[in-house]
């Protein structure tokens, strides 16, 4: 696993918890705090707009509670549960949370807590390297791109832009270029300025695609292409 700090975010009913979950969160090397929520409504705003790696999450919240928001997670995010009840622990695990503190949270606990979750990053890194990925380079520094992430390629001038589950990569390179090294029967040209993945598709008509709440333009010689490949895909 490469060392990097994990993007946190801690969601908190209690300002006083709140507040003493961050400051150890800030303490830890491996942590980056993102943001302190006090309700899930704020929480799901952030993680919308951030790639969030832990959560250290309550419970007991207004509105909606932290199992609801456990059920709405679309990313694959840990989540440590910290609570002052002990009777949500096994109904916590029924949702395959990394770990369960009670309150008030110790720092000894706390950093039990962490070690779990860099031991499961470990076991999802090592995972990962087994699954396919382009190598680009974007900033001046290599960038691992798995495919499985990568939602559509979109022509930029000069560059092209990866557009990702978890961000926006821009690379110096050539649609022709990019479209040979991704598998033919995953990814399609729908337009000179459009690759898209066709795992990422969710309706489309004669001239354009939609993936999620976008609409990709899509020139009418490539519907039959693409009908073809989703029906074989059985997406």
């Not at 943001?35 to 899930?40: P, R």
Request: hydrophobic share 40%; glycine share 4%.
């Amino acid at each position: 696993m490469e060392n990097r700090c994990l993007n946190t975010l801690v969601i908190e009913n209690s300002k006083v918890q709140g507040a003493i979950l961050a400051q150890m969160v800030r303490n830890h090397k491996d942590l980056h705090l993102v943001s302190v929520c006090g309700n899930a409504m704020d929480a799901n705003r952030t993680i919308k707009n951030h790639k969030i790696d832990v959560i250290f999450l309550d419970i007991e919240m207004p509105f909606i509670d932290g199992f609801d928001l456990l059920e709405s997670l679309e990313q694959d995010i840990q989540v440590v549960i910290v609570t002052g009840n002990s009777d949500y622990a096994l109904k916590a695990f029924d949702y395959g949370v990394t770990d369960f503190i009670l309150k008030p949270a110790k720092i000894q606990r706390f950093h039990k807590a962490v070690k779990k979750v860099l031991k499961n990053l470990v076991k999802v890194d090592e995972t990962l390297d087994e699954q396919e990925f382009l190598m680009v380079r974007s900033n001046m520094k290599n960038k691992k791109i798995y495919l499985k992430d990568i939602k559509w390629v979109e022509a930029f001038g000069d560059y092209i832009k990866l557009i990702t589950k978890y961000e926006k990569v821009i690379v110096l390179n050539t649609m022709k270029s990019i479209a040979n090294q991704l598998p033919k029967d995953s990814f399609l040209r729908i337009h000179r300025s459009y690759i898209v993945n066709l795992s990422m598709v969710d309706k489309f008509s004669g001239t354009s695609v939609e993936v999620g709440e976008h609409s990709i333009p899509m020139s009418r010689k490539h519907k039959p292409r693409l009908e073809l490949l989703l029906e074989k895909a059985g997406v």
